[in-house]
């Protein structure tokens, strides 16, 4: 058996050195330690330098995509919200309907209260008695002055049942806004996390490709050394370009999420925004199905603008039958006259203005219209029955969201668990393969496979927690209580 000094010459022999020279030189004695550990190390370093070169030239092609640095304004989804609601024209369309339906209330009101008007007659015209008679006085200055004031008295109550009708389709109207602003807010919040999950899946592909670079620095270090194959390199290599073009398309996919972002916003003047995540993710934990569909019952915008909808039916059916009834109005009139004594006949009258006053009733029965009255009672019947039904269908509509919102929170509660531990153990499944490939007892194909399922594992992850959050917000919007965070 040898010694250990025995034993240094002959590992050094490919220096070129003969032992009896090793021998001589002492590398080991102290006069000589500091060139020999210079040898040494220069020895030690001569493959890994090798290697290092072959790995430039063997990876050349490969150009890691850096970070991308993203480009536009920061905005918080609070504040994102907002400008969707100040900007979007389609909540501004809904506004305007509903001043409009205002206005139509207010009209229909007016019919149950007095009318005033005033008319002003001033008459340049020829004599009472006729151009032969008086040729002297041809044309005379004549004025009237009317003041008549018009009193609904009594119609069987089709102006209130006008002024009902008015009201519910305003009241309709005004739930179909918030719906609209609900939906705005809905559409807002999915885009934000849409583009949450964009970027960190972006952070997920450049954490791929640089650990499919490692992998393919140690495939082709393995292979200078004669530890590895080149069917091991060529795996690494297109492993590497996998994770590449994933990272490009997450790149785009994150630029496309971002002009969505900024459409959804309505915003004129902004083209991209970068999303603040200042607050936690929902978990979907404060769901509770059984009071939120009583919950759903009472608010939800829709269903509520169907049911207003009923109401303003039923009193169009009231209106348009109550045209087959008589209506009494009053009228009072004062009359202010001033006319030339010439005009009469006789100059010597004075000419001093008189007026007079009149009372009188009016009442209007309804005899025959050709049929018009009775086809509008059938088109308001007509009508009204559409709006139980729509009230009916829109119910069935709610329940059915609320549950199956309710069910999806849950899938995704489980499928963000479930992946949750896929990942955990695609990171240690990747770990052992890694130093299993190191120490010499798996292939590149095991450790390819490792990373292939490391990376769906990530994205799984993200995907499934993202896709919970979404859920969330469909969740409320089904119910009808989302409102700005």
Known sequence: MTSGRAKTPRNLSMTGWTPSECRRADLFSPAFRPRGVLVVAAFLLLPLLAGRAALAADSSTFVDPAPTLMEGT?????????????????????????????ETETQARAGLFPQVSATYQNSYSNSLFGFFLFPASQFFD??????TVNQLIFDFGRTGSQLGQAKWATKAQKETYELTSQGIIRDVETAYYTILQAIEQESVTHLNVINARNHLDAAILRLRAGMGLKADVTQAKVNLSNAILERIQS?????????????????????????????????????????DLEKARRQNPGLLSAQHQVMSSKDRLKAAWRQNYPT????????????????????NLPNYPFSSFAFSGLVNIPIFEGGSTM????????????????????????ISQVRQAYLDIQEARQALAETRTELE????????????????????????????????????????????????????????DLTPP
């Open 74 to 102: 920061p905005i918080t989804m609070h504040d994102a919200v907002l400008r969707a609601l100040k900007f979007r024209p389609l909540r501004k369309i809904d506004r305007d309907r509903l001043k409009q339906l205002r």
């Open 142 to 147: 004549t004025q009237l002055t009317t003041v």
């Open 251 to 291: 790149v785009n996919q994150r630029k496309k999420d971002q002009i969505i972002l900024a459409t959804t916003i309505g915003d004129p003047d902004r083209v991209h925004y970068v999303p603040l995540l200042d607050f936690p993710l929902p978990d979907g934990s404060f769901v509770h199905l059984r009071g």
């Open 328 to 347: 009494i109005n009053g009228q009072a009139q004062y009359f202010l006259a001033q006319i030339p004594p010439q005009a009469l006949g006789i100059p």
């Open 375 to 398: 086809a509008q009672v059938h088109q308001a019947r007509a009508m009204l029955n559409a709006s139980i039904h729509q009230e009916a269908e829109t119910t069935l509509n709610v």
């Open 425 to 480: 153990n695609a990171e240690e499944y990747d770990n052992l393969e890694e130093g299993s490939y190191q120490a010499g007892k798996a292939t590149a194909l095991d450790v390819i496979d490792a990373q292939t399922s490391l990376r769906k594992a990530r994205a799984d992850f993200v995907s499934a927690k993202y896709a919970l959050a979404l859920r969330v917000v469909l969740y409320h919007y089904a119910v009808g």
